[in-house]
């Protein structure tokens, strides 16, 4: 039986080698065929003839990193790219199974010329660095805990991971972008006292919070989330741009209100919260919402009336989001946020599944709701120089994702207009400014 199954092993990965030699032997021969024709440009449609979607953002960020010149043409075919001629794209295309078209110039300039004509809502965006991304993530994080790193990891796009540490010593300001993984910037631990205060994880998180506070010289958590929630928003108002999901959201905008009011109960600082909290908060100095009410009882798994409960938003089956549909010429912008092979989405839920319409300032744009509704996913707003975009729910193809549940794979999601969304952001900062006309 050993020998059996010594052999079979021998034989798969003979099988395993052969198929790798096969698959380069058919890259090789397809560069020497696209080096032997008069082709010029390299295009990736992103329409439903895209294979995978996801990994087309990461072809298009290596080629940025690469030096190559890359256009993000807006509203056409999806949101397809042109990129300038180059064997490593087309080798990396094949590789990752991405549709591309390689095209001669002259269908370039047909393109180009459709693209930019009066008639179409459509725009060419040039794409000219890749922005160097931050995650902001606890010790102990896996990939998996989080859409947009999982959606990173998928694409082969590379970032750091930072944490208070990193943020409250300055480190911001060598990075372009920066994601909030679903944190709690109110010093609440999620609010997850009432389900899980004595579960070990739980345990150990309030822990290390605390004993990171005090390395950083703060006495409570909750300050040095003030801390740290400032330190962000200060990058942004110097020209960086935040993306931030699920409870990292709603949370953040809390914190920023609450900068001098305690509104966490003694169950997570020791002390009580100020009884008058509500009445001195300051709307303005958040960056998406007002006039929300928080809701302080530690037993309550919700921060305020900002998010959209469950019953409000009814069954599965009919939870979808439908995003705006903007002016590419005028509003680059927000229709590069909101590129996508389909105008509707399918819902998903999180800790904060999407934001109540009259609690968002009106200086926001919204990019995406439930039609017929107050319920809204996905906004966008400028603060100073920089951005902030803000999405609501957990993961994209997880429609109702609760504490330990296996992760995602996302090569059986290559195609999620969900996932999608996230990726936009990325590229949304490589991109030539122009002034927004509306």
């Not at 805990?145 to 990193?166: G, S």
């Not at 200060?234 to 959201?249: E, I, K």
Request: hydrophobic residues 40%; glycine residues 6%; contains cysteine.
């Amino acid at each position: 039986m050993r020998l059996l199954h010594s052999k079979s092993r021998s034989q798969g990965l003979l099988n395993a080698k052969m198929k790798k030699i096969i698959t380069n032997i058919s890259v090789l021969l397809v560069l020497f065929t696209f080096q032997i024709l008069p082709q010029n440009k390299i295009f990736i449609p992103m329409d439903l003839t895209q294979t995978d979607h996801l990994k087309a953002y990461g072809i298009t960020f290596h080629a940025l990193e690469d030096g190559l010149k890359a256009d993000w043409l807006l509203n056409f075919r999806g949101g397809s790219f042109l990129i300038d001629q180059s064997e490593k794209v087309i080798s990396e295309c094949l590789l990752e199974e991405v549709y591309f078209e390689q095209i001669s110039l002259s269908q370039a300039s047909q393109i180009y010329a459709e693209v930019q004509s009066e008639d179409n809502n459509m725009d060419v965006v040039r794409l000219e660095k890749a922005p160097k991304i931050a995650v902001y993530v606890p010790p102990g994080f896996a990939p998996w805990d989080d859409a947009v790193t999982l959606a990173l990891e998928y694409a082969n796009v590379k970032y750091d991971k930072i944490w208070n540490d990193e943020i409250l010593r300055g480190d911001l300001e060598k990075y372009d972008w920066i994601h909030l993984h679903h944190e709690d910037f109110t010093g609440q631990y999620g609010k997850f006292y009432a389900s899980f205060s004595n579960a070990q994880w739980y345990i150990d998180q309030q822990i290390l919070y605390e004993n990171d506070a005090k390395k950083n010289g703060f006495a409570k958590v909750s300050d040095m989330m003030k801390a740290v929630s400032l330190t962000i928003k200060n990058f942004v108002g110097q020209g960086g741009f935040l993306f931030a999901m699920c409870s990292a959201t709603d949370s953040y905008d809390i914190s920023l209100a609450a900068e001098d009011v305690d509104i966490c109960a003694s169950v997570f600082d020791g002390d009580a919260a100020d009884p008058d909290a509500q009445s001195k908060l300051d709307f303005s100095k958040t960056f998406a919402f007002h006039n929300f009410k928080i809701d302080m009882n530690p037993y309550v798994y919700e921060y305020s009336d900002i998010d959209i409960q469950p019953a409000e938003i009814g069954l599965e089956q009919n939870d979808y989001f439908t995003l705006f549909d903007f002016s590419a010429k005028y509003d680059p912008v927000p229709t590069m946020l909101t590129q996508d092979h389909t105008n509707v989405v399918k819902g998903f839920m999180g800790q904060t599944t999407m934001f109540r319409k009259n609690l968002i300032k009106n200086s926001v744009i919204i990019l995406a709701e439930r039609q017929g509704t107050d319920q809204v996913k996905y906004i966008h707003g400028n603060f100073g120089r920089g951005t902030f975009t803000f999405y609501g729910g957990h993961d994209p193809e997880d429609y109702q994702h609760a504490v330990g549940d296996p992760p995602t794979d996302l090569s059986l999601h290559k195609n999620s207009p969900g996932y999608r969304l996230i990726l936009n952001n990325i590229l949304f900062p490589a991109a030539t400014k122009k002034k927004q006309k509306t």
